[in-house]
């Protein structure tokens, strides 16, 4: 059921009286993932970013809402911060609920940008904001509670939903499975996830993603010889590690053509992930 012609004007009001101005204030605060600064703590950005976004969602809270900074401890040093958001339901079935999640860290500054932009001095130019973590994942608040804001203002039912954005993304969220347990009685069953934190070809329409990549990580150590060798010696006698290694990688996957030989790590391709990418390339064009 679409929202009223009046509803999508106050979310485009909302956007641009509120939304944007708090991103930009947002873009220019250096929050990056502990990962890109060990002293997150003693510099400050991290907290600060947490503030600036809960004192906007504060504001705009539905009736019903609680909002909490949460932080633990990982023995005697803090954890990253969580934003949690409990938003009672005005429908739905009884005990469903479902999270809306995001992040707020941001990736380190990166080199290669042009003439007037940098990853901390945000530019309008046109209808798009330019700097750090706007889009990557600055907005995932933002979009959550006027979602559900818009709902409300049109009187259309929606399940309890809880509002999760966490402060290590950029950096493994390995602080992330702590919270969940933390907060699991409060979280309750869900039924559905809502990842705000994916791309879109166009601004033409609603895009989601149907699936996530997957990773699997491993130490590979070559080792030859046990005590050192002068290259005088050892040249030509003893292999070269960076050609075992290669010799080893080439078991698991065709270099040449990015097969994966092992069937353990193969899978069949459903049919409609090949429909999705076949209408997706329809839409998209030559663009």
Not at 124 to 133: A, C, N, P, Q, S
């Amino acid at each position: 059921m679409p929202v009223a012609d009046n509803t999508t004007q106050w979310v485009t009001e909302k956007f641009s009286s509120s939304i944007v101005p708090t991103l930009v204030d947002y873009i220019k605060i250096p929050n990056k993932s502990p990962m890109f600064d060990p002293d997150w703590v003693k510099s400050g950005h991290m907290t600060k970013a947490v503030d600036l976004l809960a004192g906007w969602a504060k504001q705009q809270l539905p009736d019903g809402a609680k909002l909490e900074i949460v932080q633990l401890k990982d023995g005697d040093k803090p954890r990253t911060p969580v934003i949690f958001i409990d938003i009672p339901g005005t429908g739905g079935k009884q005990g469903d609920t479902v999270m809306l999640y995001g992040h707020l860290d941001k990736q380190p500054e990166m080199t290669g940008w042009r003439d007037g932009l940098g990853p901390w001095t945000p530019v309008i130019e046109g209808d798009k904001l330019f700097g750090r973590g706007g889009a990557d994942d600055g907005y995932a608040i933002f979009a959550s509670l006027t979602a559900i804001n818009a709902l409300r203002k049109d009187n259309i039912p929606h399940a309890r939903c809880v509002v999760l954005i966490e402060a290590c993304e950029e950096s493994g969220s390995y602080d992330l499975p702590a919270y969940i347990d933390h907060l699991a009685p409060r979280i309750g069953d869900l039924s559905l996830v809502v990842c705000l934190d994916s791309g879109c070809a166009n601004y033409d329409q609603l895009w989601s993603t149907t699936s996530l990549r997957g990773l699997v990580i491993g130490n590979l150590e070559v080792s030859l010889l046990t005590e050192g060798v002068h290259s005088g010696d050892g040249t030509g006698v003893i292999a070269a590690s960076e050609r075992v290694a290669r010799i080893l990688l080439d078991r698991i996957d065709d270099a040449l053509t990015g097969v994966v030989k092992l069937p353990q790590l193969a899978t069949q391709i459903p049919k409609q992930r090949v429909m999705q990418a076949e209408r997706t390339a329809q839409v998209i064009g030559d663009e």
